[in-house]
C-alpha cells in the first residue's frame, strides 16, 4: 500500500524514501521497476523505469554512454531483470544521461526507440557533430554576454563534454507526441509534452494508475536546469517552462504518483509545480535588484543567482540558466538593454 498523498500547501510525501540500491531495482506501482543509474557529476544519478509490457519490460531513459553504464545494465538484465526481455527504449529527452546509451541499448537488445522528434534531431546533432559547440559563434555568444576569455575557453571545452557522453543513436525511430496514447503491457499512457528543460520533452501519464513519469519537469527537491544555449540566444526556455508547469497543473490529478528523472517519487503535484514558479519569481527579483543598481551582463549575474564555487561543467549551465531569467524578464519588459562603451551586452531593470 502507497504512502497517502497530500493537496496544496502540505509537505510533499515519499512512499520510497530510500532509492534502490545500485544494480537492484524497486516495484514503485504495479508493474513499474525502478532503478537508479549512476552519474559522474554533482548530481550524481539518473532514475530510469521498467513498466512491465507483457512478458518482458519496456525501458524509460538509459544513463549517459560510457563503459560503466553498459556494466549496469548488463549486470541487471542478468540479475534482477532475468528471464524477461526488453521490448522497447522510450526516451524522454536528449540530455546525455537520458539517451547517451540509446543506440547501444537499442542494438544490444534488439529494442526499438520511441522519442519525440525533438529529442531524437537535437540528440543526432551533436553526436554527428561533436565539435560544433566550440565554433567561433557559440564562443562570441559567451563573450558577448559577459565571460572572459579564460573562462570562455573552458566552458566552450570541458563544460560541452557532457554533451558528447552518447553512444549514437538507431538509425530509424518511432516518433511520439503529445496527444498520443501508448499501451504497454494492456494499460494505457497518455503522452504529454513539455518544454525549457529540453524541447518536446516527453512525460507519460496512466489514469488507471494515477502514475505520472514526470522526467525532468517536475522535481522533488531541486529545480530542473533551464538554460538558454548559443544556438538559440534570444530564446525564452523560462517562459516556455513556466507555460509547461501552467499545463500539468492544470491537466493532471493533484494526488498522482510522481516518478521524476532524479531524486525521490513523491506525491504533492501541485505544490511542488506551486513551488518551483515561486522559486523561478525569486530569482527574477534578485535579478531585478542587482539591475536597479548598475547594468549587469548575464556572466555579471552568474553569482547573483550562484553563490558556490563552480567548475566548468557547473559553469556552462549556471550561465546559460541566468540568461534564461534573463531572457524572460526582458521579454516581459521588467528588464531593457543598456548602452555601454564596450562590447558586452547589459541589461538594466526597466
Same mark, same amino acid.
Given at each position: 500500500?502507497?504512502?497517502?498523498?497530500?493537496?496544496?500547501?502540505?509537505?510533499?510525501?515519499?512512499?520510497?524514501?530510500?532509492?534502490?540500491?545500485?544494480?537492484?531495482?524497486?516495484?514503485?506501482?504495479?508493474?513499474?521497476?525502478w532503478?537508479?543509474?549512476?552519474?559522474? =557529476?554533482?548530481?550524481?544519478?539518473?532514475? &530510469?523505469?521498467?513498466? *512491465?509490457?507483457?512478458?518482458?519490460?519496456?525501458?524509460?531513459?538509459?544513463?549517459?554512454?560510457?563503459?560503466?553504464?553498459? $556494466?549496469?545494465?548488463e549486470?541487471m538484465?542478468?540479475?534482477?531483470?532475468?528471464?524477461r /526481455? =526488453?521490448? @522497447?527504449?522510450?526516451?524522454?529527452?536528449?540530455h546525455?544521461d537520458?539517451?547517451?546509451l540509446?543506440?547501444?541499448?537499442?542494438?544490444?537488445?534488439?529494442?526499438?526507440?520511441?522519442?519525440?522528434?525533438?529529442?531524437?534531431?537535437? !540528440?543526432?546533432? &551533436?553526436?554527428?557533430?561533436?565539435?560544433? +559547440?566550440? $565554433?567561433?559563434?557559440?564562443?562570441d555568444?559567451?563573450?558577448?554576454?559577459?565571460l572572459d576569455?579564460?573562462?570562455t575557453?573552458?566552458?566552450?571545452?570541458?563544460?560541452? /563534454?557532457?554533451?558528447?557522453m552518447?553512444?549514437?543513436l538507431p538509425?530509424?525511430?518511432?516518433?511520439?507526441?503529445?496527444? %498520443?496514447?501508448?499501451?504497454?503491457?494492456g494499460?494505457?499512457?497518455?503522452v504529454?509534452?513539455g518544454?525549457?528543460?529540453?524541447?518536446?520533452? &516527453?512525460?507519460?501519464? !496512466?489514469?488507471?494508475?494515477?502514475?505520472f513519469?514526470?522526467? %525532468?519537469q517536475? +522535481?522533488a527537491?531541486?529545480?530542473?536546469?533551464?538554460?538558454?544555449w548559443?544556438? *538559440?540566444? /534570444?530564446?525564452?526556455?523560462?517562459?516556455?517552462?513556466?507555460?509547461?508547469?501552467?499545463?500539468? @497543473?492544470?491537466?493532471?490529478?493533484?494526488? $498522482?504518483? &510522481?516518478?521524476?528523472? #532524479?531524486?525521490?517519487?513523491?506525491?504533492?503535484?501541485?505544490?511542488?509545480?506551486?513551488?518551483?514558479?515561486?522559486?523561478?519569481?525569486?530569482? !527574477?527579483?534578485?535579478? $531585478?535588484?542587482? !539591475?536597479?543598481?548598475?547594468p549587469?551582463?548575464? /556572466? *555579471?549575474?552568474?553569482?547573483?543567482?550562484?553563490?558556490?564555487?563552480?567548475?566548468?561543467?557547473?559553469?556552462?549551465?549556471? =550561465?546559460?540558466?541566468?540568461?534564461? #531569467?534573463?531572457n524572460?524578464? +526582458?521579454? @516581459?519588459?521588467?528588464?531593457?538593454?543598456?548602452?555601454?562603451?564596450?562590447?558586452?551586452?547589459?541589461?538594466?531593470?526597466a
Open positions: 500500500m502507497l504512502a497517502k498523498t497530500k493537496t496544496d500547501g502540505e509537505a510533499l510525501v515519499y512512499p520510497y524514501p530510500e532509492p534502490p540500491s545500485s544494480g537492484s531495482v524497486l516495484e514503485v506501482a504495479p508493474g513499474i521497476l532503478a537508479r543509474i549512476p552519474l559522474p =557529476f554533482r548530481l550524481d544519478h539518473i532514475n &530510469v523505469y521498467l513498466i *512491465e509490457d507483457g512478458a518482458g519490460w519496456a525501458v524509460l531513459d538509459t544513463g549517459i554512454g560510457n563503459d560503466a553504464t553498459r $556494466a549496469l545494465w549486470a538484465a542478468q540479475g534482477p531483470l532475468a528471464g /526481455a =526488453f521490448t @522497447r527504449l522510450i526516451v524522454t529527452h536528449a546525455p537520458h539517451i547517451g540509446a543506440g547501444w541499448l537499442c542494438e544490444r537488445f534488439g529494442l526499438a526507440l520511441l522519442t519525440s522528434q525533438t529529442s531524437y534531431l537535437s !540528440c543526432l546533432n &551533436v553526436s554527428l557533430s561533436p565539435g560544433a +559547440l566550440d $565554433a567561433k559563434p557559440y564562443r555568444f559567451y563573450l558577448r554576454h559577459g576569455a579564460a573562462a575557453q573552458r566552458v566552450a571545452t570541458q563544460g560541452h /563534454a557532457y554533451l558528447r552518447v553512444s549514437g538509425p530509424t525511430f518511432e516518433r511520439i507526441v503529445a496527444g %498520443d496514447t501508448i499501451e504497454i503491457g494499460r494505457s499512457f497518455e504529454l509534452t518544454n525549457g528543460h529540453a524541447p518536446e520533452q &516527453v512525460m507519460l501519464y !496512466c489514469a488507471a494508475d494515477n502514475v513519469l514526470a522526467a %525532468d517536475v +522535481l527537491k531541486i529545480t530542473p536546469n533551464i538554460s538558454v548559443a544556438v *538559440e540566444p /534570444a530564446g525564452d526556455p523560462l517562459g516556455l517552462y513556466l507555460r509547461s508547469l501552467g499545463e500539468i @497543473r492544470a491537466r493532471l490529478p493533484a494526488d $498522482a504518483l &510522481v516518478l521524476p528523472g #532524479h531524486q525521490l517519487p513523491f506525491y504533492g503535484l501541485n505544490a511542488r509545480t506551486a513551488e518551483l514558479i515561486a522559486h523561478h519569481e525569486k530569482r !527574477c527579483a534578485l535579478i $531585478a535588484a542587482a !539591475c536597479r543598481a548598475a549587469r551582463s548575464a /556572466a *555579471e549575474l552568474v553569482p547573483v543567482l550562484f553563490t558556490r564555487q563552480l567548475d566548468p561543467h557547473q559553469m556552462s549551465f549556471a =550561465f546559460s540558466e541566468t540568461l534564461a #531569467h534573463v524572460y524578464m +526582458l521579454r @516581459r519588459g521588467e528588464l531593457t538593454w543598456a548602452k555601454g562603451s564596450d562590447a558586452v551586452e547589459r541589461v538594466v531593470a
